[in-house]
Structure formats: C-alpha cells, structure tokens
C-alpha cells in the first residue's frame, strides 16, 4: 500500500487569492491524479501529473487556473488559482503504483477549500 | 457518453445483507472497482473486477457481468461502522476511471 499526506487539510481563502495543495507519497509510484469533490458528489478528475513535464488535464480544467507541479515520482502540488467561491470543494490527491494489477489507487485525506 | 448509476442512498439494519448495484457504460473496459468512503475521509480501495462472475473477500463481495455492464457490491452481516457511502468506478479504455456519485448507505440498530 502507499500512504498519502495532503496539506492543508482545510483552510479558509478570500476570493482573488491563490493557494497551493501538497501530496507526498511515501513511495515512489507511477501516477498521480487530482481530483475534486463536493459533499455527497462523485470524484471529479482534474488532472494527471505527471513528472518533469506539464500535467494533463481534463474537459473544463485548465493550467492557468491550476497550475500542477510534480518534481519527482514521490510528490505534486495542486495550485487554485484567483480563487472564487465556486472553487469551494475537497480537493484529494490519488496515486496508483506501477505494476499494480489491480490498477488500485490510494487517496490522501483531502484538502477541504473554502473561498468567501 | 460514459456514464456510471448507482443509488443515491439505502437503509440496512445491523447483522444484516445489502446489496448495491452498479451500471456502467464506458468506451471499453478495464475493470471495476469499489470504493468506500466514510463521511469526511479519504476513498478506501474494496474491490476489482475485471472478469464476469463473484469475487469474495470477507463480508464483502462484488459481482460483474460484462456483457449487461453491472456489477454489485454485496456486504454481509453488516455493522455500524459499515455506514459510509460506496463508491462504484469504471475504468475505460484509456484506463481512466468513471466514478459514479456514490451509495451512502446507513447501517440501523
């Protein structure tokens, strides 16, 4: 299995303001994700990071708005950018490890964004 | 489209079985996964199917059938600590996941 840590667990943003999410893995793995969840709501994917080179993103998601680093196989960070209160949500981090079988990812405990 | 359904929430009582359906439609296939999430926490991994037929795991068991695009989570004598929502996911042919919103299921006295 892989730990994930996530920080911040939770912070409180004014809006037109940027914050950056942290993920560390506690080993080295071959896929990282961001994802976005509201309460009671499916996962979301953001985008794949992806390391050394820029991250991929999905349908409605963009660079400028998150800015996804991933300098090496053990750890990425999510950045929300100018945020509004739309951007509200849990953000989680996922990893999959290589030669898994199974294809199972494992979560970090979410970062929980609140934007007034 | 892609698409996964599941329902949005169901009752059970303790020390008894539930079982919760999924339906996938993705652009091929690659398995299908199981989630649980207990309010406030992070997805933990349950199961895998990529055949047709039963794989068990304890009280847990989860079903395919690829040919109807189904699958169920089946969890036995149930407990409290069973209350969370259940997350079904699909995995397509570019091997990214299609999550459906989520069983929450409440495990009663």
């Known amino acids: 299995s892989a730990v994930i840590s996530q920080k911040p667990s939770r912070d409180i943003c004014q809006r037109g303001t940027s914050l950056t999410i942290q993920c560390q893995v506690d080993?080295?793995?071959?896929?990282m994700f961001w994802y976005r969840q509201q309460p009671g709501q499916s996962l979301t994917l953001i985008a794949t990071?992806?390391?050394?080179?820029?991250?991929?993103?999905e349908s409605g998601f963009v660079i400028d708005k998150f800015p996804i680093s991933r300098p090496n196989l053990t750890f990425s960070t999510l950045t929300v950018s100018n945020m509004s209160p739309e951007d509200s949500s849990i953000y989680l981090c996922?990893?999959?490890?290589?030669?898994?079988?199974?294809?199972?990812?494992?979560f970090g405990e979410g970062s929980r964004l609140t934007v007034l | 489209g892609q698409n996964i359904d599941q329902p949005t929430e169901m009752t059970a009582t303790e020390g008894a079985i539930v079982q919760i359906n999924c339906t996938y439609q993705t652009s091929g296939f690659n398995g299908l996964f199981w989630y649980q999430q207990h309010a406030g926490e992070a997805p933990t991994f349950l199961s895998y199917n990529v055949l047709d037929g039963l794989e068990e795991k304890g009280r847990f068991s989860s079903f395919l059938s690829r040919s109807k695009g189904y699958s169920y989570l089946l969890l036995k004598e149930l407990q409290m600590k069973d209350s969370a929502s259940y997350l079904c996911a699909a995995m397509d042919s570019n091997y990214q996941l299609i999550w459906g919103a989520g069983t929450k299921l409440i495990i009663k006295p």
């Open positions: 990071a992806n390391q050394g080179s820029e991250a991929t993103y």
């Open positions: 080993s080295q793995v071959t896929m």
């Open positions: 996922s990893a999959g490890k290589a030669g898994s079988d199974s294809g199972e990812l494992f």
